[in-house]
């Protein structure tokens, strides 16, 4: 499939990632998930055609734009410089979205390691509900 759209990566298909990533997989985005514990959770992404990655660093490498939808900075540190993490394979025009409820001293650390990399890192907390992730109208915080 063609498409001028970015390709996203996903990571946590929670209660809130799970509205999000459906979301841009209905709106025809080329779609990469990791699927950490509820499987449950990503079929219905699956099946509307997004592929899934065995690690963080793989899912990275197969995205424009990686958006984290985690609980907090410990489950980002671990994404990011866990094992088969972010930082390994960060690289010039890597976008990461965080979308978590992060430490400030965490988030600067991991935007400085991943800006020496040449990758963005946004920090962008959520407003709203899974009911609206859902629906497509949640509220980031840039």
Do not use: W
Not at 48 to 66: C, F, I, K, P
């Amino acid at each position: 499939m063609s498409t001028d759209k970015p390709r996203v990566g996903f990571i946590g298909l929670g209660l809130m990632g799970h509205g999000m990533a459906k979301n841009l997989a209905a709106k025809g985005f080329p779609l990469t998930v990791r699927v950490h514990r509820n499987r449950k959770a990503a079929e219905d992404i699956l099946a509307a055609g997004a592929r899934e990655a065995r690690t963080n660093a793989e899912l990275a490498n197969s995205s424009d734009v990686v958006i984290l939808c985690v609980t907090g900075s410990p489950q980002v540190e671990e994404i990011v410089y866990g094992e088969n993490g972010i930082h390994g394979v960060a690289r010039e025009g890597l976008i990461v979205v965080d979308t978590s409820t992060a430490e400030p001293e965490s988030t600067a650390k991991i935007r400085g390691d991943l800006a020496g990399k040449g990758t963005l890192y946004i920090d962008a907390p959520l407003a709203r509900t899974p009911k609206e992730a859902e629906e497509g109208r949640l509220n980031t915080m840039v």
